[in-house]
């Protein structure tokens, strides 16, 4: 029996909802270059061509008029780099990660634990660095900056608190992008309240009045002014390391990620 117009018409309607949906989900893995994750085709060109234009406009009012406080327990000129490990270790692990990069929260579920295991053993040294460029590629916001203020005052308290604090902001990610969950001082609050003894009156306080924010803005420079391409960047003694799985935000399997480990150290 021939198919009517009115047919005709829904199966085509049908079918473009389809290629939406399909479009739709190619878009959401398709951002990891440059913003980590799922943002629509426009969007995801926009920050590739502006990403390096948007450093210089990059500072945030927040950090307007505070003095520059540096953490403790954190290395390099202003205190850019949060060390974990024993300070001898002879080979050196390098991290850049944006808090709200859902990429980056695939590698930390996947491998963080690994990784604390491996430098706690002394196997390298693992030097974090934070970028926070996500907040102005997703259209505003605070989460990223915020969440690196409160690990900087995690990192501050000790470099174990440090560990365990980004281990739970990862673990607590949020589905999307685009929500600006860490923007909310009560969210980071609560949330470390899942790393025991971290909630002292200096970190409640460094987090509430953003006591760090100036040092976040030197962090979050210092992605420019490497030349940094996008997060998570992993490299081992300045080997890059390909640690995403290549299936949505996925990590590599720890047996994967401790053969690359094994393939490049000193």
Known sequence: MATSKKDQRREARERMREEREAQARREKLRGRVLIGGALVAVLALAVGIGLYAANSSDSGDEAAGKPFVQPANTTGKDGIVIPYGKADAKNVLSVWLDPRCPYCAGVEIGLGKTIKEQADAGTYRVEYHFATFLDKALGGGK?????????????????????????????????KESDDKFGSTATLLDLANQVPGLRTPAFNQAVKELTYMPWVEKVG?????????????????????????????????????KKLISDNLK
């Open 143 to 175: 989460g990223s900056k915020r969440a690196v203020n409160a690990l900087g005052a995690a990192a501050n308290e000790s470099p174990e608190k440090f560990m365990e604090y980004l281990q739970v902001l990862y673990q607590n990610h949020p589905e």
């Open 221 to 257: 420079q210092a992605f420019y002014d490497q030349n940094m391409q996008g997060t998570p960047d992993v490299s081992i003694n300045g080997k890059k390391l390909t640690v995403n799985s290549g299936k949505g935000i996925d990590s590599i399997t720890p047996d994967e990620f």
